[in-house]
């Protein structure tokens, strides 16, 4: 029973290494876009999570005239699972804090924003909405509670 109740918080110590060290991912990845957002806009002030969230869950009319929001497929709480809207397919957590693989590889980060932005914006996402976005996951920690 002791090497149980070793292990188990070997284990969660572990897991709150791996989350917390996406966690600093985010953050550096906050910076990085503030920082292009700063200089191709010297009055950016920098990132705010009510832009993020209001970004989020911002809808846009698409070319086929439904609309759709980042909040379509990854529900109004980024802590919780998502659904596709096409497709049905469980989409994790966006937020870092709950899903400790968010933001563990900045390639992926990037090139799922460029691809999610041309989709539903119809072009990239610019950088000061990518500070804002990734500051609103990063205030997200608590699923909500099933019913």
């Known amino acids: 029973m002791k090497k149980l109740n070793i292990t188990l918080v070997a284990l969660l110590a572990l ?23 700063k200089h191709d806009n010297p009055d950016y002030a920098g990132p705010t999570a ?12 698409l070319g086929n005239g439904k609309e759709m929001a980042c909040a379509s497929c990854h529900t109004a709480n980024p802590a919780d699972e998502g659904k596709h809207a096409i497709t049905g397919k469980a989409i994790r957590p966006l937020s870092p804090v709950v899903n400790a693989k968010r933001f ?16 539903i914006i119809g072009s990239d996402c610019t ?19 099933k019913k």
């Open 127 to 145: 950088a000061a909405e990518k500070a804002n976005y990734i500051t609103y996951l990063l205030t997200e920690k608590t699923p909500t509670a």
């Open 50 to 61: 009510a832009e993020g969230k209001f970004f989020f869950n911002r809808k846009i009319k």
């Open 15 to 37: 897991a709150s290494v791996s989350a917390q060290a996406n966690v600093a991912n985010a953050e550096k990845l906050v910076s990085i876009y503030s920082a292009v957002a």
């Open 104 to 119: 563990e590889d900045f390639d992926k980060v990037q090139e799922k924003f460029t691809q999610h932005c041309k989709d």
